[in-house]
């Protein structure tokens, strides 16, 4: 399904691509048919006005046939049927009124046939004028808009800047608002080729909002490529969320296998030690009696205590807990959690030590589960102690700020660097915590992290394997 998504949208993409650069080579030759045409009008008004001017002076006399005769003979042999013969005998057989007379009424008969007249008597016509190029170029702009419109170019959404030079190079004439921006795609045309090449020019004219011209003709093609793209957002969010509770459910069925191998133990000893109450030779012996009893209560402890734990993350989920917030001392927490765990870090040969050196210490949150807190990451340090060296606990405090920073030292076995990314998590165990030689849910720090955030303060760890972590919190003081 993935690689079909992206078969998908790089189809659509290649087909944007394809049809945007279709446009472009379909745009670059309305422009160049536009640019042509306009040269071809301006020319041709040029030959018309030349030519007009011509009959004008030979019917007011200025011009003699002698005289006319130096300029229609290079044009007489591009006249169809025989109108050179017709007119050179005119010439040579008739007089002037004669000839002016039959002269206008041909040249009428040219001048009312627009093609015949373009494309035979102008492009036959050589001029040599002395007239300024600006003054040739008066028409232009208006050119330009009728035959970039009747080309399909919508001028009014896409505006062209445009300039003219001379053969050396100079500009002669430039757009009122002439921008240089994407002068870098400009289109060129010849202008007034039948001229000496003194009297040639160049047109330039570019489009500065080209690109979004074009992408405005084929903008009907982004909804089907963001709409794909969207789907394969969604279909990769999909796929991660299915791994995510794949593994989520790898993590519950571990929780239940350790959960049953925890509760398996108590349960099987109290029920052990409830058939031998049921023996009454145990009667006869007292201190038999207050041992199996005392098993029996110990037992029954730990149970407890394994299912308080699954309560508490069960009442976080559907509550977000329930915290009773005062005013407490911390240090006074700290100092009784340590009084009341020396005897089982002593009894195992390790050493617990305290340096509370924070000045002020007073936080407003809820003793019993802070207390919890303290005890939890005792608890953890104990269970994942090095059996090699002796086992070395530290808590110290400091202050930064408005916090205090509660730091819990061990030297145990260290927490690999991707594990101690998600030890945090519910249900999520080391790989040393999986082992049943190490027993636990895999709740004791998703619930230190609760009680941190609930008290709006921030937990981290700094381990490095085989050397010993450091859990570091922070609680917000009370302000004075």
Same mark, same amino acid.
């Given at each position: ?6 078969s998908?949208?790089y189809?659509q ?9 279709l446009?472009k080579?379909?745009?670059?030759e ?17 030959a018309k006005a ?8 030979n ?8 005289d006319?005769?130096?300029f229609?003979?290079r044009n ?15 010439y ?5 009124s004669d000839f002016q007379?039959?002269?206008?009424e041909?040249?009428q008969?040219?001048?009312h046939?627009?093609?015949l007249?373009e494309?035979v008597?102008y ?8 007239k ?6 008066k028409?232009l702009?208006?050119?330009l808009?009728d ?8 001028i009014?959404?896409l505006?062209?800047?445009?300039l ?5 190079g100079?500009t002669v004439?430039?757009c009122?608002?002439?921008?240089e921006r994407g002068?870098?795609n400009?289109y060129?045309q ?5 001229y000496?090449i003194?009297q040639?020019a160049t047109?330039?004219i570019h489009?500065?909002q080209l690109?979004k ?12 490529i963001l ?7 969604v ?7 299915? +791994?995510?509770? $794949?593994?989520? =459910?790898?993590?519950k069925?571990?929780f %239940?296998n350790?959960?049953t191998?925890? /509760?398996?133990?108590p349960?099987s000893t109290i ?5 031998m109450l ?13 041992r ?8 029954t402890?730990r149970?407890r ?8 993350m069960s009442m ?7 915290f009773k917030?005062e005013?407490l001392d911390?240090?006074s927490?700290i100092?009784?959690?340590v009084d009341? +765990?020396k005897? $089982?870090v002593? =009894? ?5 030590? %305290?340096?509370?050196?924070a000045e002020? /210490?007073?936080?407003f ?8 807190l303290?005890?939890?990451?005792l608890?953890n340090?104990?269970?994942?102690r090095?059996d090699?060296r002796q ?7 400091t202050?930064?700020?408005s916090?205090?920073?509660i730091t819990?030292s ?5 927490i ?10 519910k249900f ?6 999986n082992?049943?030689d190490?027993?636990?849910f895999?709740l004791?720090?998703?619930y ?12 981290s760890v ?9 859990f570091?919190i922070s609680l917000?003081l009370?302000?004075?």
């Amino acid at each position: 399904m993935g690689i079909s998504f992206l078969s998908l949208l790089y189809i659509q993409t290649r087909y944007f691509q394809e049809t945007l650069h279709l446009r472009k080579e379909q745009f670059d030759e309305n422009v160049k048919r536009a640019l042509w045409l306009v040269a071809h009008r301006l020319e041709t008004d040029e030959a018309k006005a030349y030519l007009q001017q011509d009959i004008a002076q030979n019917n007011e006399g200025a011009l003699s046939p002698t005289d006319t005769l130096g300029f229609w003979p290079r044009n007489l042999m591009s006249l169809p049927g025989n109108a050179s013969a017709q007119l050179s005998l005119q010439y040579a057989g008739k007089e002037r009124s004669d000839f002016q007379k039959r002269q206008s009424e041909i040249l009428q008969k040219y001048i009312h046939n627009k093609k015949l007249f373009e494309e035979v008597i102008y492009s036959s016509l050589y001029i040599d004028d002395k007239k300024p190029l600006e003054d040739r170029l008066k028409s232009l702009d208006g050119y330009l808009r009728d035959e970039l419109q009747h080309s399909g170019i919508n001028i009014e959404n896409l505006h062209y800047h445009y300039l003219v030079s001379d053969f050396e190079g100079d500009t002669v004439s430039i757009c009122p608002d002439y921008n240089e921006r994407g002068m870098q795609n400009s289109y060129e045309q010849a202008l007034f080729t039948n001229y000496p090449i003194e009297q040639a020019a160049t047109l330039y004219i570019h489009f500065p909002q080209l690109q979004k011209y074009l992408l405005s003709n084929v903008q009907f093609l982004i909804p089907a490529i963001l709409f794909t793209l969207f789907l394969l957002i969604v279909f990769i969010y999909t796929i991660y969320i299915i +791994f995510r509770q $794949k593994k989520l =459910s790898e993590m519950k069925n571990d929780f %239940i296998n350790n959960m049953t191998h925890e /509760f398996k133990t108590p349960i099987s000893t109290i029920s052990l030690a409830a058939q031998m109450l049921g023996d009454n030779s145990l009667m006869k012996s007292p201190a038999m009696f207050q041992r199996v009893s005392h098993t029996i209560g110990e037992e029954t402890k730990r149970l407890r205590f394994q299912v308080e734990k699954v309560l508490q993350m069960s009442m976080f989920d559907e509550k977000g807990g329930t915290f009773k917030m005062e005013e407490l001392d911390i240090h006074s927490i700290i100092t009784g959690v340590v009084d009341s +765990f020396k005897l $089982k870090v002593s =009894s195992i040969g390790g050493s617990l030590d %305290i340096d509370l050196q924070a000045e002020h /210490f007073f936080v407003f949150g809820d003793e019993i589960h802070l207390t919890n807190l303290i005890f939890n990451l005792l608890e953890n340090a104990v269970k994942y102690r090095e059996d090699s060296r002796q086992l070395m606990l530290r808590i110290a405090t400091t202050n930064k700020g408005s916090d205090i920073i509660i730091t819990i030292s061990d030297n145990g076995i260290g927490i690999k660097s991707e594990d101690a990314k998600r030890i945090f998590e519910k249900f999520y165990r080391s790989h040393t915590g999986n082992r049943h030689d190490v027993k636990g849910f895999g709740l004791g720090l998703a619930y230190v992290k609760k009680v941190v955030v609930s008290h709006h303060g921030h937990i981290s760890v700094d381990s490095e394997l085989g050397k010993g972590s450091s859990f570091i919190i922070s609680l917000p003081l009370i302000k004075e």
